[in-house]
């Protein structure tokens, strides 16, 4: 990945990403007990400080110093905090296991992909949650949005495989829809999503 591609993308426009919370991030964290959430690869915080704003003492991993300096101001303007990490969630970082771990629409080809959904199932502290969401790879050809690369575009049986051996037990995996307002009208765009999450006793 080229940081310093995303950081001219993100110098660029006011917001690259929308305002509010992942929709599936904001269904899935509602039940859950807040303590320590890390967002990887998180962009301008959309996700982080939705977190923070219930309650979450959360950390945004991120590898764009410009994506990280936007998330501070825009956690100072929502009134919460953040912990901003500079750092590559490819290169296996150094960060605190967590009680969430959230990795929303990483793109990133087959081997590089697996090896970042690895990394962050090892950040998931015992009883944690893992959240992944990524654009299906038919989102492609059946959906709307998104890369139109089908190679960095996944799979349930490809998120299933690179949780194998990770000791996360997981609770829903499954294609997942949200609508998109277009010019043509409002259409579906196509995504995969699973939760899993570590028992006691296991690592």
Request: charged share 25%.
């Amino acid at each position: 990945m080229d940081a310093t591609a995303w950081d001219a993308r993100y110098a660029g426009q006011e917001l690259v990403w929308s305002k509010g919370p992942n929709v599936f991030v904001a269904e899935h964290a509602a039940g859950l007990v807040p303590g320590r959430a890390i967002d990887l690869a998180g962009g301008e915080g959309r996700n982080a400080i939705w977190l923070a704003q219930q309650g979450w003492e959360v950390e945004l991993v991120e590898f764009s110093q410009v994506a990280l300096d936007k998330a501070a101001a825009l956690a100072d303007h929502a009134g919460v905090r953040l912990t901003r990490t500079l750092a590559d969630v490819t290169a296996a970082p150094t960060i605190a296991p967590a009680d969430l771990v959230v990795l929303a629409y990483l793109q990133l080809p087959p081997e590089a992909s697996r090896a970042a959904v690895r990394e962050a199932a090892s950040m998931v502290a015992p009883e944690g949650t893992l959240l992944v969401v990524a654009h299906a790879k038919r989102n492609v050809t059946d959906g709307v949005g998104g890369p139109p690369d089908p190679e960095v575009n996944r799979t349930i049986d490809e998120l299933r495989d690179d949780l194998d051996g990770t000791g996360l037990e997981i609770e829903v995996a499954r294609e997942v829809t949200r609508p998109v307002a277009t010019d043509a009208g409002q259409r579906e765009a196509i995504d995969v999503l699973v939760r899993a999450r570590r028992m006691r006793g296991r690592s």
